[in-house]
């Protein structure tokens, strides 16, 4: 069992930036694909982005190509995403998750371990 704890969301203008925080806890010594989805209320879980199990390839939704960037630590253990040029669209719910997959996936479904979610708002 793994357990995601999310952090570093907050209110930021237009413009601005965040970083979230995925900590990873429990058993963490296989490496996982990370990924990071958002979900709005009312509106289905959206993949942001893909980081996978042996960090070569990241994988962006196309709404936040080039201002969002996927990383992690060399333990492994925690994950980021850096979120800049922040949109007011992008206020929603992130969540990180990891899985065991190996290829490339946008799928929930694809995804074994999620945290509680953290709340990103960007004001206009």
């Known amino acids: 069992q793994v357990q995601l704890v999310e952090s570093g969301g907050g209110l930021v203008q237009a413009g601005g930036s965040l970083r979230l925080s995925c900590a990873a806890s429990?058993?963490?010594?296989?490496?996982?694909?990370m990924g990071w989805f958002r979900q709005a209320p009312g509106k289905e879980r959206e993949f942001v982005a893909q980081?996978?199990?042996?960090?070569?390839?990241?994988y962006y939704a196309e709404s936040v190509k080039g201002r969002f960037t996927i990383s992690r630590d060399n333990a492994k253990t925690t994950g980021y995403l850096q979120m800049n040029s922040l949109k007011p669209e992008d206020t929603t719910v992130y969540y990180c998750?990891?899985?065991?997959?190996?290829?490339?996936?946008?799928?929930?479904?694809?995804?074994?371990?999620w945290g509680q979610g953290t709340q990103v708002t960007v004001s206009s």
């Open positions: 998750a990891f899985g065991t997959i190996y290829h490339r996936s946008s799928s929930e479904a694809d995804y074994d371990y």
């Open positions: 429990g058993h963490t010594s296989t490496t996982y694909t």
């Open positions: 980081l996978t199990r042996g960090g070569d390839f990241r």
